[in-house]
């Protein structure tokens, strides 16, 4: 589960620990931080390998907002029909409050979900994820 509020843009190679089984977007990634209304900031490395890539920053991030909705996404994937099919889950405590599907066809087009100012960060998450899967599957 990344942050709702973490966005990706590049895959790390090489976090400096231990690369955890499953990451929720299918690695590390280096990113931005938007929890911050209206500007975007670099998370410390504690705090990307942390709250930014694994969620759940409430309490533990300084910049999470405490009346944020939700402190958590989830994502998982469906393929079939030659379209890709995600499924989001945005959690609070563990616990869900709300859920979409996102549409993926060739070339990574996805449909961005209507989800107000999380669209864009869930629509980056989301192709981040699809792309690690891919890679991923390429390999086996």
Not at 6 to 28: M, N
Not at 132 to 140: F, L, P
Request: aromatic share 10%; glycine share 12%; hydrophobic share 35%.
């Amino acid at each position: 589960m990344a942050c709702p509020y973490f966005l990706p843009q590049r895959r790390v190679e090489g976090v400096g620990r231990a690369e955890p089984a499953r990451a929720p977007l299918g690695a590390i990634y280096a990113g931005l931080c938007l929890a911050d209304a209206g500007s975007s900031r670099q998370p410390d490395p504690e705090q990307l390998f942390g709250a930014c890539n694994f969620g759940y920053g409430r309490g533990v991030c300084s910049h999470f907002p405490q009346t944020a909705s939700a402190d958590a996404v989830r994502f998982s994937l469906y393929e079939g029909g030659g379209t890709s099919t995600l499924t989001y889950v945005l959690e609070e405590n563990g616990s869900p409050v709300s859920h979409g599907v996102i549409h993926c066809t060739a070339g990574l087009r996805l449909e961005p979900p209507a989800v107000g100012s999380l669209g864009f960060v869930l629509g980056n998450q989301a192709k981040s994820f699809l792309e690690s899967y891919r890679s991923w599957k390429i390999k086996t």
